[in-house]
């Protein structure tokens, strides 16, 4: 298939143009500036999803679209800028590019905080932040487009993506494991850690993201808008996480405990529907793995 993937230069959009490549896909990746670097194979395209007079117009049998504003603190600030980057911007594609199959890679932030555990496709969604809220807006963007016919659609909820591609850390600092190596490499003094760090969420590597997103723009059924939840369903707390960083780097991680913040104990994905529907199952992510790759990324990098 002739593909465009959105976000190409991104972490997560990296990793799936090179997925879509081994998989012997014709792959063109958006971005907005030349230079980005892009897996071997993919071919750049100009573009800014907020300038719809230069998208690309196809034609392609397939889009994964991956850009996106992500972080969600900051999405508290700056509301209408992730509402226009996530939503209208992926609004512009739809009207821009027709095409057969759409991949939306989505985010498990549109359940909010859930009482049930592990979460299902079918637990009602409730965003507690702006960033959650604009991907389930984009979310239903896509899933009605694909009700009038014009498209075959899969979304794709992900909880906690990291790992490493390529050698490529996740370059989001805020996260907790990018955080919890960059005080092994000694770039940071110490880890904050909110209460006593029991709080568990599940970790997916990059890598097995990318490889479900393959399969999904295989499978994608003309005029269908099938939701998928992407994990394992094995959860690790922040002070198991820190505890494999110190084993995996051989370095300390000391850590700096701030007061309890109101937060969920528990954020972990039933990931039965995919598994039946895709056949996909995680291949790297026991949270070893991820922090392995993560580390060799980072000091190769730095090194």
């Known amino acids: 298939m002739r ?8 972490y997560v959009g990296y990793a799936v143009g090179r997925r879509l490549v081994a998989a012997g896909h014709d792959v063109h990746g958006l971005v907005r500036r030349p230079g980005a670097v892009l897996p071997d194979g993919v071919r750049p395209v100009l573009g800014d999803l907020l300038d719809p007079a230069g998208l690309p ?29 996530n939503v209208q911007g992926t609004v512009n594609l739809l009207e821009a590019v027709e095409t057969a199959r759409v991949v939306y890679g989505s985010t498990a932030a549109v359940y909010g905080a859930p009482a049930r555990q592990p979460i299902p496709e079918t637990e009602a969604t409730a965003p507690t932040s702006p960033y959650g809220a604009s991907k389930l807006a984009a979310e239903q963007a896509v899933r ?21 591609v390529d050698g490529r850390p996740d370059p989001d ?3 907790l494991i990018p955080k919890a190596l960059a005080v092994a490499a000694g770039r940071a ?9 029991a709080a568990v969420r599940e970790y997916l590597h990059v890598d097995d993201l990318a490889a479900a997103h393959v399969r999904a723009l295989e499978a994608v059924r003309p005029g269908g808008e099938d939701v998928y939840n992407v994990g394992g369903g094995a959860g690790a707390s922040v002070r198991e996480v820190v505890a494999a ?3 995996v780097t051989g370095r300390p991680v000391p850590t700096l405990r701030r007061p309890p913040q109101p937060e969920p104990p528990l954020l972990v994905c039933d990931g039965a529907a995919i598994r039946a529907a895709l056949g996909w199952r995680p291949a790297r992510s026991a ?17």
Not at 3 to 10: D, E, H, I, P, R
Not at 155 to 164: D, E, I, P, Q, W
Not at 189 to 197: A, I, K
């Open 245 to 247: 960083v110190e084993r």
């Open 57 to 85: 117009r196809g034609p392609y049998d397939g889009v994964c679209h991956l850009a996106a504003l992500t972080r969600v603190r900051e999405s508290f600030a700056e509301p209408l800028r992730f509402f226009a980057a």
């Open 3 to 10: 593909v465009l993937v959105t976000g190409a230069a991104g």
């Open 173 to 175: 600092e805020t996260r």
């Open 189 to 197: 003094p110490h880890l904050e850690v909110n209460g006593d760090g």
């Open 287 to 303: 949270l070893p793995e991820i922090i392995r790759s993560s580390w060799d990324a980072l000091t190769r990098r730095d090194g």
């Open 144 to 164: 009605f487009h694909a009700r009038t016919g014009a498209i075959g659609a899969v979304v794709l909820r992900t909880f906690n993506v990291a790992g490493s």
